[in-house]
Nanobody, 124 residues
């Protein structure tokens, strides 16, 4: 059974950096679109970094473009999200997600495997 486990969240000050990790088991990294989403209280789940199955195409929304970077380490089956210049509005619970042979769209409905999430809080 496929499983994703996120780690690395925490409390940081505005302007600081944080790196999230997502370790996968039971799925092949070379065949899955991988993505990071976030959800703040009272808001819809938002895709912040989405990559197609081959890793050749990556999408970032304008809200994080230039500040967030998604990467995957194939030999460790681990997905990363490097976040820099963090802002209070980046505060949310962050989730990683996977979809076999997915196109990398940043829509939650495209993904069928989800982690439990890790909280990121950015203070001003």
């Amino acid at each position: 059974q496929a499983q994703l486990v996120e780690s690395g969240g925490g409390l940081v000050q505005a302007g600081e950096s944080l790196k999230l990790s997502c370790t996968a088991s039971g799925l092949d990294f070379t065949k899955n679109a991988l993505a990071w989403f976030r959800q703040a209280p009272g808001k819809e789940r938002e895709g912040v970094a989405c990559q197609n199955w081959s890793g050749g195409r990556t999408y970032y929304p304008d809200s994080v473009k230039g500040r967030f970077t998604i990467s995957r380490e194939y030999d460790k089956n681990t997905l990363f999200l490097q976040m820099s210049s963090l802002k209070p509005e980046d505060t949310a619970k962050y989730y990683c997600a996977a979809a076999k042979y997915g196109s990398g769209l940043c829509q939650p409905k495209e993904y069928n495997v989800w982690g439990q999430g890790t909280q990121v809080t950015v203070s001003s």
